[in-house]
Nanobody
Framework: VQLQASGGGLVQAGESLRLSCAVSGHTFRTVGMGWFRQAPGKEREFVATINTAGLGTKYADSVKGRFTISRDNREHTVYLQMNSLKPEDTAIYYC??????????????????WGQGTQVTVSS
């Protein structure tokens, strides 16, 4: 399974970005998907997850109400729409695939494959 994340960049506080993650090598509609992030000197942390049908989602408290995860099963892509960005959102963002999705996983241990990461930098 290959995951290719894109869409990161440098923005000012209050602006928006949309991250994309294209998935190949597996039947996408059977894969649970998640976004995580890792800031310098910190552990990788959960951001959002979405189930196979796209009808169930879960978010970290720090992004709830600002970020939206979605997926397009025809395009084999998962998205993370990030609004009202804050400097503390600065991190490398990773998409991840769970090929045996039982529930909405929030731990890194629950994911089998990872993308290469895309840098998001929010200036104040």
């Amino acid at each position: 399974v290959q995951l290719q994340a894109s869409g990161g960049g440098l923005v000012q506080a209050g602006e928006s970005l949309r991250l994309s993650c294209a998935v190949s090598g597996h039947t996408f509609r059977t894969v649970g998907m998640g976004w995580f992030r890792q800031a310098p000197g910190k552990e990788r942390e959960f951001v959002a997850t979405i189930n196979t049908a796209g009808l169930g989602t879960k978010y970290a408290d720090s992004v709830k109400g600002r970020f939206t995860i979605s997926r397009d099963n025809r395009e084999h892509t998962v998205y993370l729409q990030m609004n009202s960005l804050k400097p503390e959102d600065t991190a490398i963002y990773y998409c991840a695939a769970d090929v045996q999705p039982y529930g909405l996983r929030t731990s890194t241990d629950g994911y089998d494959y990872w993308g290469q990461g895309t840098q998001v930098t929010v200036s104040s």
